[in-house]
Structure formats: structure tokens, C-alpha cells
């Protein structure tokens, strides 16, 4: 098992249908020329650190408690929060993923 991991997704535009497209409803949608890159390195310890350097900012906290939002756009929280709410607990370090 590897200590680092890291992904991106492209990016894209709706010219029609924003947010359609999770209810099951035609979307029109085109790819841009960004993308978001995520890498993850294991550190040891519950807690959860995000480094944001393009933004200047940084968080932590343990994800396996439920989790005060620090702006409306918290949206790793939020997950974390769905996540825990689901029942689905994040592996610890040195078990199984």
C-alpha cells in the first residue's frame, strides 16, 4: 500500500441544465481546458489535513465526528458530514482500506 495518492477530475461547463444532470434530466455540457488535481499522503493520526495553497488556507479535523461548517462552501465537511450521518466510517491508518 502506497502513502501517497493523488487524482484529478476535468472540468466542465453546462450550457444548459445545471445540476439537472444528478436528478436524471438532459444536461448540455461542454469540457474546459482546467482540471483539479487532489493528492493525499498519509500522516498518521484521525486527523484529517487540507492544504489549499491557491487559496491560502488550510484545515483539519478528525473525520469521524460530526463537523460545524467554517463557511457556506465547506463542502468537505459536508461530505464528511453525509458520510457519518450513512453510517460509512473512514479507514484508520495501518487497516485496510
Aim: charged fraction near 25%; include cysteine.
Amino acid at each position: 500500500m502506497t502513502d501517497r495518492l493523488t487524482v484529478a477530475a476535468p472540468g466542465r461547463i453546462c450550457l444548459f441544465g445545471e445540476h439537472q444532470d444528478f436528478l436524471g434530466l438532459p444536461v448540455i455540457a461542454a469540457a474546459i481546458d482546467l482540471h483539479i488535481t487532489v493528492s493525499a499522503t498519509r500522516v498518521g493520526g484521525p486527523q484529517l489535513r487540507l492544504d489549499m495553497p491557491d487559496i491560502g488556507d488550510r484545515d483539519e479535523f478528525d473525520p469521524s465526528s460530526l463537523l460545524a461548517p467554517r463557511n457556506p462552501r465547506d463542502y468537505l465537511r459536508a461530505a464528511v458530514n453525509v458520510l457519518i450521518k450513512e453510517g460509512i466510517e473512514p479507514p484508520r491508518v495501518g487497516t485496510a482500506s
